[in-house]
């Protein structure tokens, strides 16, 4: 007990002390220099190898623009952003906020919205013209409640299956499979061949198959209808996809799982699982970390159903309430939001720009392919689950649980259920 | 006045630490108390009072309930081996082995290192990959011909896979525990045993009616501290296997509830039901101990 509080006080006491240099140098500088908003305290969790490349690229290209504002990069370290996102909830709370902060695009943002931490920016997006610019399924995605209050950066998609060709061949599979029910047909044979039919790794890797699977499932239509209360977990087609999933997992190895999603991929790589669906940062572990070629090392597919759609993540960057640098920041918006800045950003980082006129030729291999994907007017755009897109904060800690229970009781009513009810109590 | 001077100094001199005693932990425990009657959730705190509803919700919570289930085990499972454990290892080396220092500071170092070191060791050793993706523990059985001893250790379903956590944590702190037996063991008068001996008592006499009794307040401190330790414990299964509900405890469920999911007041409520839980274990002790020093 104590040694929580004494955890929450030193996060506490972080945030504090990160506050002071900011605090104590930006009230010098109203006295000192005479243009004002001289410097930018930008937050996020990009220090990873590529994005760190990508965030120094776009930092380059707005002090560039801008000469004269200092650029305080905030990058906290650590547990795929959960340590950031800790701090930067004691900075919020403590109505410190930075001048502007990375979030997923959509739903995550809900919680600061409610309590008045971040700004509607929909002028921004008028005065620059990116509601043209972006594809207009993004754009609905980040509008909540015909408000637009963060930029994106840069597109993942989620619904990806990858596969070990070798494998496939020696067990005498033709091609990946195009809907879940092939999909299980072929991993009894996989199965009856000694192999891994589709490899998993912790418990938001188990909701990120799960959201793909809804998807290919039930279809974009019914999908998107599941997230905005339209379409009952507890009825009968989505009891019937859950179903499916149910029997996905059983031929996965749920029960030796992954400690993380590269292990999980690495099951694949030396041949002894099949499949494995994760999100298209996995092309930048596999082509380069692991220098495997495409087509031959290793495949990628849209996930069963769901050739077409396009399952989407991003992030964004934010107008906090309480920016003491608001001029600066919006500065840095624009950037964020600019063909320049995102082409700076994205091949290094591994991910394809937002906006739909971004220079192809800078695009290779997989995200070439992406891009023109993206881009095509045919293509649907969905949110990701586990990514923050489709449900809140708070919805999304919940499905966790119950993810968590089902993975031991394979109750499926009683999972749809709580899902359901959550939903009712956490909207 | 006159009392004043007496004691005046001394408080003035414990003050600065009464001050951060009472703003820093009972200060917050109140503020902690005071968060688990509301319905606070997302960023923007609400000072509202909804009662007992937050408790009555986590005696209905299912996570939960599995949760005070897997404490408990592990509690159970980790106390008792690190006192047998201890213990065994404090009798050997009061037998006077060559080299006793060594052994001593060979035993102690696991509990030098971090528990997030010790889960990222552990996590590997406990791994429950099938055949050749297999790697520590198992490894070592499949390689020793020992197979039929392999496990899925925390990864397995039944509740009692939290006890495989016990194996990291007892090695954390066994080497502890021996060292509190083995002063216990030293504190023994030799006068005391040399007369039990001439009154014809055997070695395992001597040390049932001469040593044991002597050993109580040992196992008394040992036991209190292991408890509240594992009680607590967060670090060792956030790093080994944070989100797995196979080993969730309160102290997870608190954390990511609070900080994932914005859930503050039910956070809150976690954190004071474990504050109850240790002092269970601690007030009955402490009173104990105070009573026990007031006869002396």
Redesign the interface.
Same mark, same amino acid.
């Given at each position: 007990m104590r040694r929580t509080f004494r955890r929450v006080l030193v996060l506490g006491v972080a945030a504090a002390v990160a506050a002071v240099p900011a605090c104590s140098s930006s009230s010098d500088d109203s006295g000192g220099a005479a243009d004002g908003g001289s410097k930018i305290e930008v937050f996020s969790w990009w220090t990873g190898p590529g994005e760190e490349d990508g965030l120094n690229a776009m930092i380059a290209d707005f002090k560039a623009k801008n000469s004269g504002i200092e650029f305080i990069n905030a990058a906290v370290s650590g547990g795929a952003g959960s340590n950031a996102k800790a701090i930067l909830a004691g900075r919020l709370q403590a109505g410190d906020p930075p001048d502007s902060y990375q979030r997923h695009a959509g739903l995550e943002l809900q919680d600061d919205i409610k309590a008045s931490k971040v700004q509607d920016i929909t002028y921004l997006y008028e005065q620059q013209g990116w509601k043209d610019v972006f594809p207009q399924g993004l754009v609905d995605k980040l509008t909540i409640d015909g408000k637009i209050y963060s930029v994106p950066v840069n597109i993942h998609r989620s619904n990806l299956l990858y596969s070990n060709p070798k494998v496939l061949s020696e067990a005498g599979i033709g091609a990946p499979p195009k809907t879940w029910t092939e999909f299980l047909g072929q991993a009894e044979t996989l199965k009856s061949a000694g192999r891994i039919a589709i490899s998993i790794g912790p418990v938001w890797t188990q909701k990120h198959l799960l959201e793909n699977v809804l998807l290919g499932e039930l279809g974009a239509d019914r999908y998107e209808r599941l997230w905005d209360g339209r379409l009952s977990w507890t009825s009968s087609e989505v009891l019937a996809a859950l179903e499916t999933y149910k029997k996905v997992l059983s031929y996965s190895d749920i029960s030796a799982a992954s400690a993380d999603w590269q292990p999980a991929l690495d099951k694949l790589i030396d041949g002894a699982a099949a499949y494995n669906v994760m999100g298209d940062w996995a092309d930048a572990y596999l082509s380069g970390t692991k220098k495997l070629t495409l087509k031959q090392g290793y495949d990628v597919v849209a996930s069963p159903g769901t050739d077409g759609v396009y399952n989407f993540l991003s992030d964004t960057f934010t107008l906090p309430v309480g920016a003491k640098n608001k001029a600066a920041a919006e500065k840095w918006l624009v950037e964020c939001g600019s063909k320049a800045g995102q082409d700076a950003f994205n091949p290094k980082k591994g991910s394809i720009p937002a906006r739909k006129d971004a220079d192809r030729s800078l695009y290779k291999g997989y995200l070439a392919g992406a891009l023109t994907e993206w881009q095509k007017p045919s293509t649907r755009i969905v949110g990701s689950l586990a990514h923050g897109v489709v449900a809140n904060n708070a919805w999304n800690a919940e499905i966790d649980t119950a993810l968590g229970l089902f993975a031991r009781d394979g109750d499926v009513a009683k999972f749809a259920a709580s899902v359901q009810k959550s939903w009712e109590a956490t909207k | 006045m006159h009392r004043v001077r007496r004691w005046g100094p001394g408080l003035l001199l414990v003050s600065p630490s009464l001050i951060a005693l009472g703003v820093?932990?009972y200060g917050? $425990?109140g503020w /902690?108390l005071r968060v688990s009657f509301t319905s606070w959730? *997302? $960023? =923007?705190?609400t000072y509202d009072n909804v009662g007992l509803r937050n408790y009555r919700a986590l005696a209905d919570d #299912?996570?939960f309930v $599995?949760d005070v289930k897997h404490v408990l085990v592990f509690t159970l499972v980790f106390v008792a081996g690190s006192l047998l454990l201890g213990f065994v290892m404090a009798v050997l080396l009061e037998r006077g082995v060559r080299a006793e220092a060594v052994f001593r500071t060979v035993f102690l170092l696991p509990m030098a290192i971090s528990f997030i070191a010790t889960a990222i060791i552990w996590?590997w050793l406990l791994? /429950? *990959? *099938?055949g #050749?993706?297999t790697t520590g523990l198992n490894r070592l059985f499949a390689d020793a011909g020992l197979g039929a001893l392999r496990s899925?250790w925390h +990864?397995?379903?039944s509740v009692w896979a939290i006890a495989a956590i016990a194996l990291p944590a007892g090695w954390a702190l066994s080497g502890y525990v021996m060292a509190l037996f083995l002063a216990g063991l030293r504190g023994v008068p030799d006068e005391l045993r040399e007369a039990a001996r001439v009154d014809g008592a055997n070695e395992p006499r001597v040390f049932w009616y001469v040593v044991r009794p002597m050993l109580l307040p040992v196992v008394m401190s040992a036991v209190v501290i292991l408890a509240h330790i594992s009680l +607590?414990t967060?670090d060792l299964l956030y790093a080994i296997?944070g +989100? /797995?509900? /196979?080993v969730?405890v309160p =102290?997870l469920y608190?954390w990511?509830?609070t900080?994932? *999911?914005?859930?503050y007041a039910r956070g809150a409520t976690i954190?004071t039901l $474990?504050?109850l839980g240790?002092a269970l274990v601690i007030v009955p002790y402490i009173w104990y101990s105070v009573r026990s020093e007031r006869r002396r």
């Open positions: - | 820093f932990v917050f $425990l /902690n959730r *997302g $960023l =923007a705190p #299912e996570r $599995l996590r791994d /429950n *990959g *099938g #050749e993706q899925d +990864k397995s379903d +607590k967060f296997d +989100k /797995n509900i /196979n969730d =102290a608190m990511f509830t900080f994932d *999911g914005g859930f954190a $474990l504050l240790v």
